[in-house]
Structure formats: structure tokens, C-alpha cells
């Protein structure tokens, strides 16, 4: 039955949701899956990966997820908001050790949000220092938002729904509105950017929901679609649950969104698993290292605020010996720029 299923997803045909479903649901086939990934990777992308480095310069929020560490009413969280030329500083070191783009994210911080001028001058400043990719992760941006970050330079916007699942994201993201969000992300494509969306699993999804995720994504066509395994927080809700995702299970989804969507970029996340968890994930069939930290400057991770930062394994260094386990290596600067080119002619063409 997989078999069957993976021939037909490598020919190119499109799956139906109960195909996609069997995918996600035979843990026994999830090698054969592993590998039908991983071939549909390398007809895109050969040998090479491209590489994120993550700036999360402020860590205020003013929302309330259930899930996440930096949630407004966690006294345990470490606030702060770095100046102008600290991130500067750091995004140049980032790109200096070989980095592809610069994702510089924040909590869902009204300093930025409420004020996009603001956020607009960092995206320009790291842009025309680094020369580098920008990727923008502030949470929901209004339509002035959203411009002023095109226009400042950004390439990509990143926003992620975690589930399709109204109910679910409802116990997800408290109080926030679901299709606000979505409606930020297609504002953000018609202005001419990149979109990233993201599922979150180990939060009560099911393959049945992911299955639907996958298929309204298929509708959408992002640039970039990834899925991360929640993993609990002190002084969340949802880590009363003491229970991390099934890893098995983002795994088999990355797999699965390679098949989807074969030209689209898939993050392997450092900021799950750390080290340990990469080389799962690129045989899974990932594209993109990402949450590549610098060390011993202060700034933080998300999911894992700091497992494996300051002692250097989130770094380009850190990632060789991996790379090499699975026969992949870090695609240059100019390469990354040429595939955004490419995809921004096709993607943005609205
Ligand atoms: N504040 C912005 C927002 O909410 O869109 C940007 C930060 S966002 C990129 C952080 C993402 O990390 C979330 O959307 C979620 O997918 C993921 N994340 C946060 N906490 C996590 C956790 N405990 N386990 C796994 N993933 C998590
Ligand atoms: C990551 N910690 O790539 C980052 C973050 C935001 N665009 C990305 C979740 O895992």
C-alpha cells in the first residue's frame, strides 16, 4: 500500500487525503518513506542544504500560547530587546561563520509590531550589512507592517498557523485570532514576499488533522513549510502535560510535506532537538538547517531556549559532521540567492 503511494508521489502525481493519511499513519513503512524523501530531495536540490542563522532579538510578548516558553505571563522567561548594532553585530558574525539568510524573529512585541518603522530599519540595517537573505518572524504585522518590511528589504515572512484545526489552534494560540493570521501571511505574498507556515505536532494533533493541514496547505502553496515537536516549558500550560510530541511523528510529516511539495524548503530546526536531533531530520528529508544561534552573545532559542548555544553546536561548525553522516553539504551564499530569485519569479508572480 506505502509502496504503491510513494511510487505515485515520486512520479509526480497528486496524493488524496487518504493517501496522505496512510503516509502519516504506517509507522511500520516510515523507512520506505524515509527514503522516497530523501530522493525527491536530492532531484531538487542535489547534495546541498541551505543553512538559517536565528536572531530573536526581543523576547517580549504580549500573547499568551499555551505552549510557549516566552508567553507574556512566564515570570520565568528571560526578557530582553537587543540594540540595533548588537543584532547588526551578531547577524554579520552569523553570516561571516557561512550562514544563508538571517531569520530575525521576536515575540509578538507591540515595540515592533505597533511601530513597524521600527522593525523596518533593522530588516534594512542587517540587510545592507550582511547581504544576506532576511527572513522576518514578529508575529501578526498589519498591512502597514507587512510593507514596511518589503520595502525595508525582507525577503521572507514567517508566520506560522502550528494547526489547521480551528479548535485546537484555539487552545493553542488563547485569544488570538485564526484568520487574522492566515489573512497576514497571503497579505504578505501579494506584496511580493516569501511565506513561511508551520505545524506544530504533540499538542493532542492527530494524523487526521495534520492530513488536513497538509491539504489546505497544498492549496495555498508555501514557500516554506516545516513541523516541529512541542516540546514543554516551564511555567507554560501545556507542559502540565509533562509529555514532549511523538518525534516519530514530525518526522513522518516532514517526509510526507518533501513528497507534497518537492520544491518547497523544510526546515531541520535545531532548536528542538539540538545537534542530536539533525541527522533524523535531514533523512527525513529536510532542506534547510535552521536555528543556527551564535554563541556566548546573549540571544536565545525558542523551543529550546538554550540546549546546545553557548557551548557552539548550533553553529556551521557544529553542523559538518553531520552534513557528512548524510552526504549533504552547505550550499553558498550565491546559490541561496539564486533559489530565491527563482522561486520569488514563480511564487510572487500574483
Ligand atoms: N512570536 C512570533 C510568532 O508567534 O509568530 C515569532 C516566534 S514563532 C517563530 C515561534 C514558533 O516556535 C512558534 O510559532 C512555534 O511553532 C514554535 N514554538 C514555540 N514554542 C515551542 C515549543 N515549546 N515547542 C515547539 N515549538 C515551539
Ligand atoms: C527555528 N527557532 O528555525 C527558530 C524559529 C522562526 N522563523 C524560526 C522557530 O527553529
Known amino acids: 500500500m506505502t509502496e504503491e503511494i510513494l511510487k505515485k508521489a515520486e512520479r509526480g502525481e497528486q496524493l488524496t487525503g487518504t493517501d496522505i493519511l496512510t503516509l502519516l499513519q504506517r509507522k511500520e513503512e ?5 527514503a522516497a524523501a530523501r530522493r525527491t530531495r536530492e532531484k531538487v536540490m542535489g547534495n546541498k542544504v541551505f543553512t538559517y542563522g ?81 527572513m522576518v518572524s514578529p508575529g501578526v504585522l498589519d498591512q502597514n507592517g507587512i510593507r514596511a518590511i518589503a520595502h525595508a528589504g525582507a525577503d521572507w515572512y514567517a ?59 497544498r492549496k495555498i502553496g508555501f514557500d516554506q513549510v516545516r513541523v516541529m515537536t512541542f516540546i514543554p516549558q516551564e511555567g507554560a500550560p501545556l507542559a502540565g502535560t509533562g509529555k514532549a510530541g511523538d518525534f516519530e511523528d514530525e518526522l513522518m510529516t516532514i517526509a510526507v510535506m518533501r513528497l507534497l511539495f518537492p520544491d518547497a524548503l523544510i526546515p531541520a530546526s535545531l532548536d528542538v532537538d539540538g545537534l542530536d ?25 525558542v523551543a529550546n531556549s538554550v540546549r546546545d548555544i553557548d557551548d557552539g553546536y548550533r553553529t556551521i561548525s557544529g553542523i559538518q559532521s553531520t552534513l557528512g553522516r548524510c552526504g549533504l553539504t552547505c550550499a553558498s551564499a550565491e546559490e541561496y540567492r539564486h533559489w530565491i530569485e527563482e522561486r520569488k519569479r514563480i511564487s510572487c508572480a500574483c
Open 54 to 134: 536565528f536572531v530573536y532579538f526581543s523576547t517580549y510578548c504580549k500573547n499568551s500560547c499555551s505552549f510557549c516558553y516566552f508567553r507574556h505571563e512566564n515570570s520565568l522567561a528571560p526578557r530582553y530587546r537587543k540594540e540595533k548594532e548588537n543584532i547588526v553585530r551578531t547577524a554579520v558574525r552569523l553570516r561571516d561563520s557561512g550562514v544563508n539568510l538571517i531569520d530575525l524573529t521576536t515575540g509578538d512585541d507591540p515595540y515592533y509590531t505597533g511601530h513597524p518603522d521600527r522593525l523596518a530599519e533593522i530588516v534594512r540595517a542587517v540587510r545592507e550589512n550582511t547581504g544576506l537573505g532576511v
Open 30 to 34: 516510515k523507512d520506505e518513506l524515509f
Open 159 to 217: 508566520l506560522y498557523q502550528e494547526t489547521y484545526d480551528r479548535q485546537l489552534f484555539g487552545r493553542l494560540r488563547l485569544q488570538q485570532s485564526y484568520e487574522a493570521r492566515m489573512r497576514a501571511k497571503l497579505f504578505a505574498r501579494a506584496q511580493g514576499l516569501l511565506i513561511e507556515e508551520g505545524l506544530l505536532t504533540g499538542v493532542s494533533d492527530t494524523a487526521e488533522s495534520r492530513t488536513m493541514a497538509l491539504l489546505e496547505m
Open 277 to 301: 536531533g539533525l541527522e533524523a531530520r535531514l533523512n527525513a528529508g529536510a532542506s534547510v538547517v535552521t536555528s543556527i544561534v551564535a554563541p556566548k552573545e546573549g540571544y536565545a532559542g
